[in-house]
């Protein structure tokens, strides 16, 4: 991650800009004011998320890249069922409901590389990127059809959902919600479950599945359960995206915070805390860029998308370097 962040830090000297102006910048852009304090952490919520989700699978040992389908694919669920009488149910139902099926679809979504790994050794990477692949013409194709807003409009988007499935502000500057609650909650849970036999018995698993075999971990019940986990996880974020951030579906729902919801476990180190911060830092990238614009003309702002994707290429190598090794180390071990 360091070498990421050295590379980004060449680039900005290469294109004529100040590091210490660049980094002032970036900092009055994502906590210099109340209302950037309130976007970074309502950009950081769903990346928390995403990220706390992916953990019980990356200690498995089992590569999930799949969430950014799961956050669509949870998005259009969720929307359905707002869109539906269940939506316009007292906010108090509304809501549960409306999460409920969001993390519901992305399970679903979720089993579509975890079954082919689990029956066949399918790569999970491959069939992963493929459900991606799927859901964002999935979404395209029902925002033009039977999810498009009757009322028109010159983009493909759903109607407005109810007022009672929409989840509420809270009393900032920004516009941030009380999913980060719930987010907060997750963490917490979080932090309880990583001291668990169970996240132990996934390290075991990740290394050595026999030995893993006799703490009774089965692979099914590995597999299948982190990945309902992330899958869950992955479609509550896009619950979140439709009914706290945009009040009804587009085809930009994901803006691939799925993808970066993985680079924020990997630096996270599937732990909780440092998973909060490194969600923190993400957001802030995202945050703080116009803050870069704002105190170094010469850089653009989008000096943060180029970060993001910097570091989501260090993930990717550092990644696939882990997976050889252990498959290296199952091979040596029989």
């Known amino acids: 991650m360091i070498g990421g ?23 009055y852009g994502a906590v210099g004011t109340p209302y950037a304090i309130s976007q970074t952490l309502a950009y950081a919520a769903p990346l928390v998320l995403i990220a ?22 949870g998005a259009i669920t969720a929307t359905a069922v707002a869109l539906s009488p269940l939506g316009h149910l007292p906010m108090a139902l509304a809501l549960p409901i409306g999460a409920l099926a969001g993390a519901l679809g992305g399970v679903a979504w ?16 491959l069939t992963a990127l493929m459900a991606n692949y799927i859901a964002v013409h999935l979404l395209t194709y029902l925002l033009r059809t039977s ?4 009322e028109g409009h010159s983009t493909p988007r759903s109607a ?31 932090v309880w479950w990583h001291r668990t036999r169970t996240a132990r018995a996934l390290d075991v698993f990740a290394e ?26 992955a479609g509550l974020a896009g619950w979140m995206q439709v009914a706290g951030v945009d009040g009804n579906l587009t085809p930009g729902v994901a803006g691939g915070i799925g993808f970066t919801g993985l680079v ?20 802030s990238l995202t945050t703080g860029a116009s803050g870069i614009q704002l105190f170094s003309p010469s850089t653009p702002s989008s000096i943060g998308q180029v970060t993001q994707g910097v570091l989501l290429l260090a993930v990717a190598l550092a990644l696939a370097l882990t997976q050889r090794h252990r498959a290296r180390r199952r091979a040596a071990d029989g």
């Open 264 to 283: 924020v476990a990997v630096i996270g180190a599937s732990r909780p805390v440092p998973i909060v911060a490194a969600g923190l830092i993400m957001a």
């Open 208 to 233: 050595n599945r026999w030995l893993a075999g006799r703490l009774d971990v089965a692979p099914a019940r590995a597999i299948l359960g982190t990945g309902a986990v992330s899958g869950a996880a």
């Open 110 to 125: 979720a089993m579509i590389p975890a079954i082919p790994l689990l029956r066949w050794r399918v790569s999970e990477i």
């Open 52 to 73: 706390l989700g992916a953990t019980p699978a990356l200690r498995a040992g089992v590569i999930v890249v799949g969430a950014e389908g799961q956050v669509i694919v």
């Open 160 to 190: 407005e959902l109810p007022g009672s499935s929409q989840i509420p502000l809270l009393p900032t500057a920004g516009r941030l919600t009380a999913g980060v609650i719930v987010v907060a909650l997750l963490v917490v849970a979080g």
């Open 5 to 27: 962040f050295a590379v980004v830090a060449g680039i900005l000297a290469a294109t004529g800009g100040d590091l210490a102006v660049a980094v002032s910048g970036w900092a």
């Open 147 to 150: 999810m498009r807003d009757p």
